[in-house]
């Protein structure tokens, strides 16, 4: 009998890409922190996910106990993070110049 397929989940689950809109004291932010809190947080998810890739190269090209498959899916990951990084901002920047076109 084979064995039951597991669900794929986040490496780590504390490194959300968008955080909470709301302040630990339960308030709500301003929209300009909320964007520069969420831009940030971004930000640092997919440099994390690249210094864990050079990392795991690294470690690989050493023979420090790492398999190429961790390397691999460590470059992978980061390169992912940033295609979709680069695709939510070229939608940010899209959004931004159709609202500037706007006639008030």
Known sequence: MAAPI???TL???SAA???PLLNPSGENQAAGSVFQTVFKTAVNTV??????A???IQDFLSGNNED?????????RADLSFDLFMQ??????????????MQV
């Open 88 to 101: 939510v901002r070229n939608k940010v920047v899209s959004a931004y110049q159709e609202v500037m076109r």
């Open 11 to 13: 490496a780590n689950p």
């Open 6 to 8: 597991t669900p794929v």
């Open 68 to 76: 190429i498959h961790s390397a691999v899916i460590a470059t992978q």
């Open 17 to 19: 890409i968008i955080p």
């Open 47 to 52: 440099e994390g996910f690249q210094t864990q």
């Open 54 to 56: 050079n990392k795991s």
